[in-house]
């Protein structure tokens, strides 16, 4: 199992993308915190996923929550190998119709709260020897998507984040790289696509795959970029949206 004895912080693991990256860390042996602000329904995926997950409830915008949750796991394992920057909120709007408020709440959770995560795990993964850091982005920060503003700017920030602190932390031990899904099944794409939109086949004409991936794709992605089966790649982009960004 490529994450044997590894302590992992998943955030947003609640539900979704982040649930199936937690049961994905825990079948590669890896013990997995899923830190959320949903604590019910992150209580309930922890005791579904078995004894090798946990709950912490977590504000990712929350410099002192995120120091607390990281507090608690150094002295709960002594360790803390991984972290995944999952948490995100999703907007469709278009740029004219744009308010400061909606900007500054998903500049909030999407940018500032991975950028709290780096700073607050960073010190623990350099004492244990090193670790691993996969910051969550999207195919909105590949392309120019339209109606994508709010959520696009956070998307395409956090890839630069990803270079800097790879860059950064290099010498820590601690590799940074950028996960990139495309259109993945799920509450954040059942939001902006209605049931029968999302079934038709023409709404997939621009993907090669043809269909929307899947949460177990993108969790088996996170594996391999947490695991030491990248152990030379940091400061990457890994896009997985079934060729969509590929053909222009």
């Not at 500049?107 to 020897?129: K, T």
């Not at 195919?139 to 990803?162: E, F, I, N, Q, V």
Request: glycine fraction near 12%.
């Amino acid at each position: 199992m490529r994450l044997e004895g590894r302590v992992a912080v998943i955030t947003g693991g609640a539900q979704g993308q982040g649930a199936a990256e937690a049961a994905a860390f825990i079948d590669e042996g890896a013990r997995v915190v899923i830190a959320d602000v949903s604590v019910d329904q992150g209580r309930s995926t922890a005791a579904d996923l078995g004894p090798q997950a946990e709950f912490a409830e977590l504000d990712v915008t929350d410099e002192d929550a995120w120091d607390a949750v990281v507090s608690r796991i150094a002295k709960q394992y002594g360790r803390l190998d991984i972290l995944v920057n999952n948490a995100a909120l999703y907007r469709v709007c278009p740029l004219l119709e744009e308010t400061v408020a909606q900007l500054d709440r998903l500049l909030a959770v999407n940018l500032r709260g991975p950028f709290l995560g780096i700073r607050a795990v960073a010190p623990q993964m350099a004492a244990g020897g090193g670790g691993a850091i996969v910051n969550v982005s999207s195919t909105a920060g590949l392309r120019g998507y339209p109606s994508h503003t709010s959520y696009g700017l956070t998307k395409w920030a956090l890839r630069g984040l990803t270079r800097i602190a790879a860059a950064e932390l290099a010498d820590k031990g601690i590799r940074v790289n950028c996960l990139i899904p495309g259109a993945i099944e799920g509450p954040m794409l059942t939001s902006a696509v209605r049931d029968e939109e999302f079934a038709q086949p023409e709404a997939w004409s621009g993907t090669p795959l043809a269909r929307a991936g899947r949460p177990t794709e993108v969790a088996a992605a996170a594996v391999f970029l947490a695991s030491p089966d990248s152990s030379y790649i940091t400061g990457a982009d890994l896009v997985v949206d079934g060729g969509a960004t590929a053909t222009g």
